[in-house]
């Protein structure tokens, strides 16, 4: 076991030193193979695959104009090329988007986030949103008092 932390930079504990939050999560992305990833405090750069429920469900459409390109390979869509439509609308080639979503579940122009299969994944997401909600409460709740 030392030798992951070791790889990753990380320290082990001293004597009689408690285990602390970065280990756990520490621990945590190492379960989910993600540990190459530089690690901030947030969620690692790349979420977890988009869920194939919702990847098979994405739907796919035949070009017919080619004035537009995909943003993953850039190469221009040539009309009868089979394109899948993001939910937010954005276009890509099917074997491009198929790839890139089984890497991450957002959409690789805009960032739209698909839903995971990942029930850490979205518990983080739920937890993440929670917070900002929390925020936004003693913001006005700040504002409210003292404006
Ligand atoms: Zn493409
Ligand atoms: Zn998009």
Redesign the pocket.
């Known amino acids: 076991m030392a030798g992951y932390f070791e790889e990753m930079g990380w320290t082990e504990l001293a004597d009689g030193e408690q285990p602390n939050h970065l280990l756990h999560m520490a621990r945590f992305l190492i379960d989910f193979g993600m540990y190459e990833d530089n690690f901030s405090g947030e969620w690692p750069r790349l979420p977890p695959p988009a869920s194939k429920e919702t990847v098979k469900n994405l739907p796919e459409i035949t070009i017919e104009d080619d004035d537009s390109s995909c943003p993953i390979c850039l190469k221009n869509f040539q009309s009868g090329d089979k394109a899948k439509k993001?939910p937010?609308l954005?276009l890509f080639h099917s074997t491009c988007i198929l790839k890139w979503l089984e890497r991450t579940n957002s959409?690789p122009?805009?960032r739209?986030e698909l839903p995971t299969d990942n029930e850490g994944y979205e518990a983080f997401k739920k937890e993440k949103k929670r917070a900002e909600q929390r925020k936004e409460d003693l913001d006005t709740l700040h504002n409210s008092m003292f404006s």
């Open positions: 993001m937010c954005h959409c122009f805009c739209f």
